[in-house]
Structure formats: structure tokens, C-alpha cells
């Protein structure tokens, strides 16, 4: 009889393992989804920082080229450092790239603005730099797109900038 009822509750019983197991990997199965869509944000918010620094950086070497280039930068009237848009490929000087001294102010400033271009737009996703002069101040904006478009939103449409200002 003690037999009967060990036999009759191993019946009701079996499986009861293969479920638990079945749950198990359900839960562990959502459990790597959700690590997989942390590291997926981390990557983008690092491209994001990444890009930040980097605006950072360009702004900052601007703005050594202008403290490098003191006849031009203040002659604030005339300054080409004040221009609104960047001088085309055909504005780079070559003698100002080969020897020191070989060029105007002027054109070094012609020279840095150009080069300055060329390093936001290889550098940042739709990089741009505006640089402003109100009296003694110069303000360096940098300016880049930073969509995110693997995160689904479609009208996502944030252009980050990062501005600086010095005094000469």
C-alpha cells in the first residue's frame, strides 16, 4: 500500500521538472535581452561623449591659433578670424604650411580657418564652427549632429554645439 502511494504521487508529478526548467531559461532569456539593450545604449551614449570631446578639443585648437596669430587676431575690424563662413579649398596658403614666416597674417588666418573646416567636417558628424568677435571676445562655437537614429525616434533631430569664449 506504501508503495501504491509513492507510485501514484511520482504520476502526478512528472514533468513538473521539464517546467521549471522551461522557466528558468524564459527568465534568463529576458535577462540577456535587457543586457544586451544596456550595451547597445552605453555604445551610443560613448560615440555621443566621444563626439563631445572631440568638438571640445577643436574648439580649443581655434582658439590657440588665433592667440598664435596676435597681429591678425587683434585687428578686430579686419580680422579674417571674424569671417562668418570659411574660406573655400582654394584659400589654403601652401607657403604658410612650408616655411614659418613665409606668409601674412592675413593669410595664416585664411590658412587656420580652412584647416579649422576641414577638421570639423572629418572629424564631427555634420560638424560645423562659427567663430564670433564682440570687442576683446571671441566666441568659438562648434556645432555637430548627434541623432541617434538606432534608438527608433524618428523626429530626433538634436544638434548638440559646444561654445567657448576667450579674451585677448
Not at 47 to 56: D, E, K, L, P
Not at 76 to 86: H, L, N
Not at 110 to 124: H, K, P, S, V, Y
Not at 127 to 143: D, E, F, P
Amino acid at each position: 500500500m506504501i508503495r501504491q502511494r509513492h507510485t501514484h504521487f511520482m504520476q502526478k508529478s512528472a514533468g513538473f521538472t521539464l517546467i521549471e526548467v522551461m522557466i528558468a531559461m524564459v527568465i534568463l532569456a529576458v535577462g540577456l535581452l535587457g543586457l544586451a539593450g544596456l550595451q547597445a545604449i552605453g555604445l551610443r551614449n560613448n560615440q555621443s561623449a566621444y563626439n563631445r570631446s572631440q568638438a571640445t578639443q577643436l574648439a580649443y585648437d581655434m582658439s590657440d591659433r588665433i592667440r598664435a596669430n596676435p597681429i591678425n587676431a587683434r585687428n578686430f575690424a579686419t580680422s579674417v578670424y571674424a569671417t562668418v563662413t570659411p574660406p573655400s579649398s582654394a584659400a589654403i596658403k601652401t607657403a604658410c604650411n612650408a616655411v614659418a614666416g613665409t606668409c601674412s597674417p592675413a593669410d595664416m588666418a585664411e590658412n587656420d580657418l580652412f584647416e579649422w573646416n576641414r577638421n570639423l567636417i572629418a572629424t564631427l558628424p555634420s560638424g560645423a564652427g562659427l567663430i564670433r568677435v564682440s570687442g576683446t571676445v571671441y566666441t568659438i562655437t562648434v556645432t555637430w549632429d548627434d541623432k541617434r537614429e538606432a534608438e527608433g525616434v524618428a523626429n530626433n533631430t538634436a544638434d548638440t554645439n559646444f561654445r567657448m569664449s576667450f579674451q585677448l
